[in-house]
């Protein structure tokens, strides 16, 4: 896979790529969506935009170790060794603030989605303004969040996995974990430019 972000100006950023990356790219952002869940007024109806505005988030975090990466706890662990008072506070910060952390990133991953969709399944370039690579950069680190928990990563072995054999199982994810990484990166370079 060599489709990686080159600068637009502007603090934009374009990405060509081909069938295969655009799928798996595309693939990987709907099981994230799924991953998420829905949102307020995803379901039945339209939802009530001021009910929307008061409403309360869980006060505990999730029990998908993923979910705990994307959601994690503003003052350490609640269930750790900490006193009662961080952990009380870890849970009210929760409640007020992870709805809307879990709506920006599905927006996110839903900016990604609709940006491959005009690809129209095919390969082709997406072009992004500097809000959108804002967005993109969001998605990205959200995947390679998920992904490196799925696969166990820790910062001393990232390394351990240039070298897995390919029979290895987890080789497909270690391959996009590390493609997602290369993206992240020139899209920071990109928007550096």
């Given at each position: 896979m060599a489709g990686l972000f080159e600068s637009a100006g502007g603090g934009g950023a374009v990405l060509a790529l081909d069938e295969l990356e655009?799928?798996?790219l595309r693939s990987l952002e709907v099981q994230m969506l799924e991953l998420i869940?829905?949102?307020?007024?995803?379901?039945?109806?339209s939802g009530d935009p001021l009910a929307a505005l008061f409403a309360?988030?869980?006060s505990k975090a999730p029990d998908d170790p993923a979910l705990a990466r994307l959601f994690p706890d503003a003052y350490g662990d609640p269930d750790g060794p900490g006193d009662a008072e961080s952990r009380e506070a870890?849970?009210?910060?929760?409640?007020?603030?992870?709805?809307?952390?879990?709506?920006?990133?599905?927006?996110?991953a839903l900016h990604v989605v609709r940006a491959l969709d005009g690809?129209?399944?095919?390969?082709?370039q997406v072009d992004l303004d500097a809000a959108a690579c804002l967005r993109w950069l969001g998605a990205l680190n959200d995947l390679r969040l998920t992904?490196?928990?799925?696969?166990?990563?820790?910062?001393?072995?990232?390394?351990?996995?240039?070298?897995?054999p390919d029979a290895d199982d987890r080789k497909p994810l270690v391959?996009?974990?590390?493609?997602?990484g290369a993206l992240q990166e020139s899209l920071l370079e990109a928007i550096a430019d």
């Amino acid at each position: 896979m060599a489709g990686l972000f080159e600068s637009a100006g502007g603090g934009g950023a374009v990405l060509a790529l081909d069938e295969l990356e655009a799928s798996i790219l595309r693939s990987l952002e709907v099981q994230m969506l799924e991953l998420i869940g829905p949102g307020p007024g995803d379901g039945e109806g339209s939802g009530d935009p001021l009910a929307a505005l008061f409403a309360e988030g869980p006060s505990k975090a999730p029990d998908d170790p993923a979910l705990a990466r994307l959601f994690p706890d503003a003052y350490g662990d609640p269930d750790g060794p900490g006193d009662a008072e961080s952990r009380e506070a870890a849970g009210e910060f929760r409640r007020y603030t992870e709805l809307d952390l879990r709506a920006r990133k599905r927006e996110d991953a839903l900016h990604v989605v609709r940006a491959l969709d005009g690809l129209g399944g095919e390969g082709g370039q997406v072009d992004l303004d500097a809000a959108a690579c804002l967005r993109w950069l969001g998605a990205l680190n959200d995947l390679r969040l998920t992904l490196g928990v799925r696969l166990e990563v820790t910062e001393d072995d990232e390394q351990g996995l240039y070298g897995l054999p390919d029979a290895d199982d987890r080789k497909p994810l270690v391959m996009a974990y590390l493609w997602l990484g290369a993206l992240q990166e020139s899209l920071l370079e990109a928007i550096a430019d």
